[in-house]
Nanobody, 121 residues
């Protein structure tokens, strides 16, 4: 079992900045990817950014140039730096990780509990 602990977030005005952290713990052999998604009421969870264990990063067009994702802590943590925030960035942010267990060597996908980000005008 793997736990993803999210922290950061909160409220900020348009144009402000926030950072989100996610730390993975538990039965971990390797974490291939760590990512952030966002969900708003009535909508599906939306992909925002992904960081692979080889250093490659991918961003959704809506956040490219404003959000930066970084793997930390020997690859068991990820940080999302968000600048120039807009009201449409408001939502619940979820950490996601593809984790290979040390006993089965089988990859599984895990999600964090979610953390709120609110951007006001």
């Amino acid at each position: 079992q793997v736990d993803l602990a999210e922290s950061g977030g909160g409220s900020v005005r348009t144009g402000g900045s926030l950072g989100l952290s996610c730390v993975a713990s538990g039965q971990i052999f390797n974490i291939a990817t760590m990512a952030w998604y966002r969900q708003t009421p009535g909508n599906e969870r939306e992909f925002l950014a992904r960081a692979r264990d080889d250093g490659q990063t991918t961003y959704a067009p809506s956040v490219k140039g404003r959000f930066t994702i970084t793997r930390l802590g020997a690859g068991h943590a990820v940080y999302l730096n968000m600048v120039d925030l807009k009201p449409e960035d408001t939502g619940t942010y979820y950490c996601n990780a593809d984790v290979t267990a040390p006993t089965t060597y089988t990859p599984n996908t895990y999600w964090g509990q979610g953390i709120q980000v609110t951007v006001s005008t």
